[in-house]
């Protein structure tokens, strides 16, 4: 078990399984408390539900769970190919085949591009309102069993509990952090920015970097500022619902501007995230740990067809881990 040190109060989970999806439920059961396992396992289910949720609203099957069957399993998003067709055509021009994205197949790199979005997309909605670490390695947890019951495996890095990125070293955004940056801040520009910094972790060169088309209903999504050796990364920040006015307003007053700039927080952040700094020491409020989103857990993770992959051992943690057993065997005294 890891124990976090931030998570004190009722509504945080102060431990939580290091073990991956096949023991982590598990994991909790034996070792912790009727009370404290309850509060692990409804937001451990919540994560299963919102993902089962999101995979019959979206592949257009329903939850069967039926671990036997074999047949194509699909997960591509057709709801969300036009945003993928149109950021694609934004973003990477040359690239743009809407057609062969509307298809979900056959579409090669163009292809690929709409299932990264769609994964990191969903990934970062999921946890993006997460009060604590705890919260979001849980939810995972749960949103991996959800897709095995689905017959796909989602890969995550296999250091979960000590990973870095959004939900897990970021800043939970409350009513009172928006209220307090409202207040002290001199526009919308800066007040996005900011709140942008907390809930992403991102550095003052990928903060700066952000274009305005990046800017979608639910996310930032644009090409990372990168070197000319390598290929651009792509991106996909989900935005907490609580932050998206803030943004909306910036775009508007960017747009507005009279010398508009192509940048979503030009001059708010500075060049080395100086104007940054001292905008968060005005509002009270602390940066998170800035890491590139290059080592961000959604950047490491990973969706396979289970024929791809060899079945999980069906034992009674992995089994009470997809909600298919009542509760796991008791582990034999040495």
Known sequence: M???????????????????????????????????????????????????????????????HDLNRHDQRRWLDPLGAGLAAHMLTVLQPRLAVPDRLRQGSGGGLVAEWNDILSLYRFLGGLVADSPSRGHTITRLRGAQAAFLLHGLRLDLPPDLAYSVGPGLTTTPIDHETITRIRARTANPVEAAALATALFTGATAMELN????????ADALIFNGPIGYAHAPDLYVWAIPPLARPLLYEARVYREAHDTPNSKLFAGAVGGA????????????????????????WIRQAGLLRMSEQPTPVRNTDFLFGLKLAPRPRRRRAR
């Not at 931030?6 to 009727?34: C, H, I, K, M, N």
């Not at 970097?209 to 979608?216: K, M, N, S």
């Not at 995230?273 to 961000?296: I, N």
């Open 209 to 216: 970097a952000i274009p305005c088309v990046a800017l979608t």
């Open 273 to 296: 995230g100086f104007r940054l700094r001292r905008l968060a020491a005005a509002c009270e409020v602390t940066l998170p740990d800035l890491y590139h989103w290059h080592h961000s």
């Open 2 to 64: 890891v124990t976090f040190p931030e998570a004190a109060g009722d509504g945080l989970l102060p431990q939580v399984s290091d073990g991956d999806v096949t023991t982590f439920l598990a994991d909790a059961y034996r070792s912790l408390p009727p009370a404290e396992f309850a509060r692990i396992d409804a937001v451990y289910t919540n994560g299963i539900r919102a993902t089962c949720r999101w995979l019959a609203e979206h592949n257009g099957q329903p939850c069967d």
